[in-house]
């Protein structure tokens, strides 16, 4: 697609409960990255797929956190038993992936999905 | 590793003011840096980037920043803001071209008439 695309928007749970937040990138972007974005602060780094594997998930905070990208284009981040910390607004951006110093690492955002736990 | 400071979480200045907004990074390696603006309901969209050359680097609306490795800062610039600026503000570091970003907590412009 022409952006980043994130589903749901918005999405209101309770606390407990079992959550899906999905990310389309830019068609050819080989590169997929999930931020968490809590109030008043900046982007947190939580996981990045390079294709289909997670070349590094040392920001995902624990084991209710998980991410997949089956097929090296959709990723859909995962959250088991939500509690009412995990509310934020969960960023996705792409890139092509090939780094360097000419593309270094420009990432494209999506609008992000809010999450809100009871 | 890498963090970013960003001094001041509200920066409020006159429409046709200078604008200057703060960032300081930390690095053991020599940084890539960036900064980026987000808009209400928006994504972030990238301003500008430095990763190696001309320190003083121009973005996108009239944007500026110069890289000081002596003072570790990445200032963001303009010469002259408009109501349309008004947005909160990311740094960001990275360690290459292939690392990830941290980000700074950000920076809200306010721009008054």
């Known amino acids: 697609g022409a952006g980043v695309s994130q589903t749901p928007s918005n999405k209101v749970t309770e606390k407990g409960k079992y959550v899906e937040l999905r990310c389309d990138p830019i068609s050819g972007h080989t590169a997929l990255y999930w931020y968490r974005q809590s109030l008043g602060q900046g982007p947190e780094f939580l996981i990045y797929?390079?294709?289909?594997?997670?070349?590094?998930d040392s920001g995902l905070p624990n084991d209710r956190f998980f991410a997949v990208r089956p097929e090296g284009s959709v990723s859909t981040l995962k959250i088991q038993r939500t509690e009412r910390g995990d509310s934020a607004v969960y960023l996705c951006?792409?890139?092509?992936?090939?780094?360097?110093?000419?593309?270094?690492?420009?990432?494209?955002f999506g609008a992000g999905s809010r999450l809100t736990v009871l | 590793a890498q963090s970013v400071t960003q001094l001041g979480s509200h920066v409020s200045v006159s429409e046709g003011a200078l604008v200057l907004l703060r960032c300081n990074y930390s690095s053991s390696v020599p940084p890539y840096l960036f900064w980026y603006v987000q808009y209400p309901n928006q994504g972030l969209q990238l301003l500008l980037k430095?990763?190696?050359?001309?320190?003083l680097v121009k973005g996108i609306n009239g944007f500026e920043a110069e890289f000081k490795k002596s003072e570790t800062s990445f200032h963001l610039t303009k010469p002259s803001a408009h109501m349309s600026d008004a947005a909160e503000y990311f740094c960001?570091?990275?360690?290459?071209?292939?690392?990830?970003?941290?980000f700074g907590k950000g920076t809200m412009l306010l721009v008054s008439p």
């Open positions: 951006a792409s890139s092509p992936g090939q780094g360097g110093v000419s593309g270094a690492n420009v990432l494209t």
């Open positions: 797929f390079q294709g289909t594997g997670a070349a590094d």
């Open positions: 430095y990763t190696t050359g001309a320190t």
């Open positions: 960001a570091v990275s360690a290459s071209g292939y690392s990830t970003l941290t």
